[in-house]
């Protein structure tokens, strides 16, 4: 049996040393009961409260894997598109561009050519009005798909690996495109509700003030993230990504918002479609999509998701068949299937202030701990 004792204590040291104001961090493993250790505040404002296992992180980058990833994979096995589609072919304004000749595997694998990101918000919302409308976020997505077509790429696409917002930010785009739905429906109706989950979703910019209600009335509250200079106010139930903002808090590499409960429900769903168990995600496309992308010279990445190097935010002991994904805000998920082993911990690292890079050095300690108290002697 894990000492949950020695977690604990591990996450209290944590709030401690200024890692972050406090976090949840969820383990399963075998696919029974999680356990969840909530440690700290919810932020260092006055009278803020301690977190519960139900508190809501805003959980940046892992939106890639749990709605954009997870989307590819249910679009790709109904036959609604394939990983060597072009992105013109489906994104026909592209037809002709540098990026239009990338397929989607060379979005998933970051290594379409493109460059990790750019400040694409300064242009898309010059005065920080962020849309507050389906139809204002179409316009804003329309402006955005120009801007990357006029993007040069900055290597020859295949021959490494560059971690990109901006081809996630396509992605995100083309599941809409495949499914004619807006991302946030698809990811509800398809993905939480495969799940069976509600603590799980995006933020629209119309629905922060219910989504903040909603949030109390369940004792959990929203963590905080960063006091943002581009819109002038700290931000609570407002994704921290400037970029998704501009596009009204949905996109395909940011803005879901949830409890480390809820994301166990979605990484449970990979685990159990592994391991070749009913779970709604074909199994065959599961182990592509996990597998890292040999043909990639020096990448890490598999289909979306990373893969354990050396150093890794993993830690040394994870199997190699590991996956996971992080996220700017202070969040990380760790699968290992070789001994059933989910790892979620969500935290507001950039609150107060991005400049705290602690978690860098923590999240590989922590992940150590739990494999020696979940799995055993290394």
């Known amino acids: 049996m894990p000492n949950s004792s020695i977690i604990q204590a591990a996450l209290e040291q944590a709030v401690t040393d200024g890692v972050f104001p406090g976090a949840v961090l969820a383990v399963r493993r075998g696919g029974g009961q999680a356990d969840l250790f909530p440690v700290g505040l919810v932020s260092t404002l006055d009278a803020a409260r301690a977190v519960q296992p139900a508190t809501v992180y805003d959980l940046a980058s892992l939106t890639k894997p749990l709605s954009t990833v997870t989307a590819l994979i249910l679009l790709t096995q109904a036959g609604q598109c394939q990983l060597q589609d072009r992105v013109e072919s489906i994104l026909p304004e592209l037809t002709g561009s540098p990026i239009g000749m990338a397929s989607l595997w060379h979005l998933l694998t970051h290594s379409s050519g493109l460059p990790g990101w750019r400040g694409y918000y300064e242009r898309l919302s010059p005065t920080a009005s962020i849309p507050a409308t389906e139809e204002q976020r179409s316009l804003s997505r329309t402006v955005l798909v120009k801007l990357i077509r006029d993007e040069a790429l900055i290597y020859e696409r295949g021959v490494r690996s560059l971690y990109s917002d901006l081809g996630f930010m396509l992605l995100g785009m083309i599941v809409e495109r495949c499914s004619r739905v807006p991302l946030q429906e698809f990811f509800r109706d398809r993905i939480a509700s495969l799940a069976g ?168 300690l922590i992940h150590e701990l739990v494999y020696r108290e979940y799995v055993g002697s290394v």
């Not at 106010?233 to 400037?242: M, S, T």
């Not at 010279?297 to 354990?308: C, I, K, Q, Y």
């Open 197 to 364: 989950i509600s603590q799980l979703g995006f933020v629209p910019t119309e629905w922060i003030g219910t989504f903040l209600e909603y949030a109390r009335r369940r004792e959990g509250d929203v963590a905080p993230t960063e006091h943002d200079t581009w819109r002038g106010r700290l931000l609570c139930g407002e994704v921290h990504d400037e970029n998704a903002a501009s596009l009204g808090g949905v996109a395909g590499h940011a803005g879901l918002f949830g409890t480390a409960e809820a994301v166990l429900a979605v990484t449970g769903a990979w685990l159990q479609a592994y391991h070749r168990r009913s779970s709604g995600l074909d199994p065959d496309l599961v182990k592509e999509f996990t597998r890292q992308q040999s043909s990639v010279p020096g990448s890490s990445w598999a289909l979306g998701w990373d893969t354990p190097s050396s150093p890794s935010s993993a830690g040394r002991f994870l199997s190699e068949v590991s996956f996971g994904h992080l996220g700017y805000t202070g969040t990380s998920i760790w699968i290992d299937p070789l001994h059933e082993l989910e790892v979620v911990l969500l935290s507001n690292r950039v609150h107060p202030t991005r400049r705290n890079e602690q978690i860098k050095a923590f999240r590989p």
